[in-house]
């Protein structure tokens, strides 16, 4: 425990991705399809939307997209996972469904371990959503941050340097002092590379079923199994 | 009261002025300046470096001078008052009076008032500061913002159109559903002009000494002592 406090040293502010890491997005999502989509087998549909949800996001960073807000470009992968499913969706349907994105329940432990991380750090919330989403899912959840950093602030998609580097700038922090916190390595790795300590969070139900091996490495600052450990590893009660 | 709950229907987000209006610019810079630079009436060196204040924005607006952070115009209008008071401030005196606007105290009402109104509206604050020293002045206050709008996000400062109508876009939000709440008429006439609606709160003691006449218009939608009395007029327990 001391070697891996000595390494969060000067650590200032904690950012978090959202989807996955702090809320419980295959429960959201399929319970949402299940009430819009009859007939479909609404844990399969969910996750075949979010498969296509990483690639459309490099495709913009890549410059094959022009920029455009998640919203849109979930409605782009949701038509897209529908066609595998022979569904068409009418407007209503699609809009309730890219809607349900704004209030996927947080992990249990979320809300609480935020509420302890934010007394002895600044809480930032470091995703793909818009701001605007991000105010619904907090409201939703009860998630008290000091601070939304959403993909519009920057018009940029993580793993991109502009997300990273775009919240330390704007909280007037070195990228040393900003530990980013998120149950997918990618992030954790690319945060690295710009700089930013890192800390994995177990989340082995995220896409609806039991991962017994979820990819991570031993680089990472800190490892722990909810954002409840995360307080205690960085010794916040 | 029926008429005026008219004519905020549909208001979905509350903007809230910061100095002046939740926090209380006089009593927190006066404390430093008593603090940090012996010998001058610090009561009256607080006015004077607050009178710099907003022609020094303007400036930046106008085009006379490039966008600059407010720390930044805050440390030449700080050297431009002490000079008023043939004072020479060294680096260190300078970075403490421009830090200690980031832990100006709220009125009272302030953070219990935010508080009532989150439960009704997002509440976010539009301010000529920084997001990074909103951050600072929310942990030292307890202000539970939903969302911090800070200058840097636009590169502009109130009374320009960009910043009430950036914080619009950033919460999907038409003008009409956005409501500025602050003690300073000037920032209420702006944001009417673009299409906002407008509540003005009385904060007598602003300047360290009772103003009996503030002036406010006929015109604003809402008219509070205090953000307690707001959220009693706005129907948020």
């Not at 979820?214 to 205690?232: G, V």
Request: charged share 25%; hydrophobic share 45%.
């Amino acid at each position: 425990m001391h070697a891996r406090m000595a390494t969060v040293d000067g650590v200032r502010v904690l950012a978090f991705d959202t989807f996955g890491t702090v809320t419980d997005w295959f429960s959201g999502i399929s319970a949402a399809v299940a009430a819009t989509v009859p007939g479909v087998d609404a844990g399969e549909f969910a996750r075949e939307w979010r498969r296509r949800y990483a690639p459309i996001l490099a495709q913009v960073e890549s410059g094959d997209l022009p920029w455009r807000r998640l919203d849109d470009l979930q409605t782009e992968t949701l038509h897209a996972a529908a066609a595998m499913f022979r569904v068409d969706l009418d407007t209503d349907q699609t809009r309730r469904l890219v809607c349900a994105w704004r209030t996927i329940p947080g992990w249990p432990d979320a809300a609480p371990g935020l509420r302890r991380l934010k007394s002895g750090f600044i809480v930032a919330a470091l995703s793909n959503a818009t701001v605007a989403l991000l105010v619904d899912m907090a409201k939703h959840n009860g998630f008290d941050w000091d601070v939304l950093g959403g993909s519009d602030l920057w018009r940029h998609y993580k793993p991109a340097r502009e997300t990273y580097c775009g919240l330390a700038d704007l909280l007037e922090a070195t990228p040393a002092e900003v530990m980013m916190v998120a149950a997918h390595q990618n992030d954790l790795d690319a945060a690295r590379s710009f700089g930013l300590r890192t800390a994995f969070i177990e989340r082995p139900m995220e896409w609806g079923v039991p991962s017994m091996q979820i990819p991570h490495s031993d680089e990472n600052d800190l490892h722990a199994r909810d954002l409840l450990e995360l307080a205690d590893q960085l010794g916040v009660p």
